[in-house]
């Protein structure tokens, strides 16, 4: 015989699929797809948390200016007001 032919008839066309390693060569597939699968979600969840942090608003910067004492109550009180009032003015203003 051949070596071609030898090496023929050692395969049988099967390519050894017949033995147990297609199991574990389709269970590692799987498990890769998974892996695959799951890092893409955490990775789309991890961008979209970063984008939807809210900035600070007005009034909690200027709490944060209060609680450092860069500002006085005084100033604070005041600047509160002012926010609070330009905050209700816009609101008569829109439509």
């Known amino acids: 015989m051949t ?27 799987l498990l890769f797809a998974i892996l695959v699968i799951v890092a893409g979600a955490w990775l789309v969840r991890e961008l979209a948390g970063r984008r939807n942090e809210a900035d600070p608003t007005p009034l909690d910067l200027l709490d944060r200016r209060l609680a450092e004492g860069a500002i006085s109550v005084e100033e604070y009180e005041q600047r509160r007001r002012a926010l609070v009032e330009a905050h209700h003015g816009q609101g008569d203003r829109g439509g």
């Open 3 to 29: 070596p071609v032919a030898l090496i023929a008839q050692a395969f049988d066309g099967h390519h050894d699929w017949d033995g147990p390693w297609w199991w574990a060569m389709g269970i590692g597939m």
